[in-house]
T-cell receptor, first 115, second 112 residues
Framework: GAGVSQSPSNKVTEKGKDVELRCDPISGHTALYWYRQSLGQGLEFLIYFQGNSAPDKSGLPSDRFSAERTGGSVSTLTIQRTQQEDSAVYLC?????????????FGQGTRLTVV | KQEVTQIPAALSVPEGENLVLNCSFTDSAIYNLQWFRQDPGKGLTSLLLIQSSQREQTSGRLNASLDKSSGRSTLYIAASQPGDSATYLCAVNGIRDYKLSFGAGTTVTVRA
């Protein structure tokens, strides 16, 4: 597709369940970012991928959060044993190369609600 | 650690006025700075990208300046319209880390 695609756009889950959020970056973009935006808050960095490797996982809030990227393309963010404080919009972005002067493009986000 | 601050947090102006949004950052070792727009419940739309070697970028009614040495960028929106109402975010792509560091945003309301 022409832009960054995220699915699902909305997800309601029960507390304690696991969820998977998907990000399809722009074709050919090697850098991929995950951010979280809680209601009324700024963007919180979660993880960065360069290709399939994640040199910066510093933002993952707990060991319940994990992410992977395969084939230098699609990325999945997994949250295990979800808690109500995990409710937020999860945003994905990609850029041609995160270590150079390149523009980042964001998807529309996945709104996660934990009930 | 890169810290990005945006002032003011909110701004309300009558239609036709020029808007001035400020962004400051603490670490001048950056690849670029990017301004985004976010409408309620939506993702981020890229407005302007300024590379570290540039002083300004323009797109239509938008103009963004960058003073890397002092850690400041300003977004100017000329002749504001109600459709400009949104939250504007600046993000710095730092050399010393692997992420875009965001400010908290400026929420703009343009009154008709």
């Amino acid at each position: 597709g022409a832009g960054v695609s995220q699915s699902p756009s909305n997800k309601v889950t029960e507390k304690g369940k696991d969820v998977e959020l998907r990000c399809d970056p722009i074709s050919g973009h090697t850098a991929l970012y995950w951010y979280r935006q809680s209601l009324g808050q700024g963007l919180e960095f979660l993880i960065y991928f360069q290709g399939n490797s994640a040199p910066d996982k510093s933002g993952l809030p707990s060991d319940r959060f994990s992410a992977e990227r395969t084939g230098g393309s699609v990325s999945t963010l997994t949250i295990q044993r979800t808690q109500q404080e995990d409710s937020a919009v999860y945003l994905c972005a990609s850029s041609p190369d995160g270590q150079k002067n390149t523009e980042a493009f964001f998807g529309q986000g996945t709104r996660l609600t934990v009930v | 650690k890169q810290e990005v601050t945006q002032i003011p947090a909110a701004l309300s102006v009558p239609e036709g006025e020029n808007l001035v949004l400020n962004c400051s950052f603490t670490d001048s070792a950056i690849y670029n700075l990017q301004w985004f727009r976010q409408d309620p419940g939506k993702g981020l739309t890229s407005l302007l990208l300024i590379q570290s070697s540039q002083r300004e970028q323009t797109s239509g009614r938008l103009n963004a300046s960058l003073d890397k040495s002092s850690g400041r960028s300003t977004l100017y929106i000329a002749a504001s319209q109600p459709g400009d109402s949104a939250t504007y975010l600046c993000a710095v792509n730092g050399i010393r880390d692997y992420k875009l560091s965001f400010g908290a945003g400026t929420t703009v309301t343009v009154r008709a």
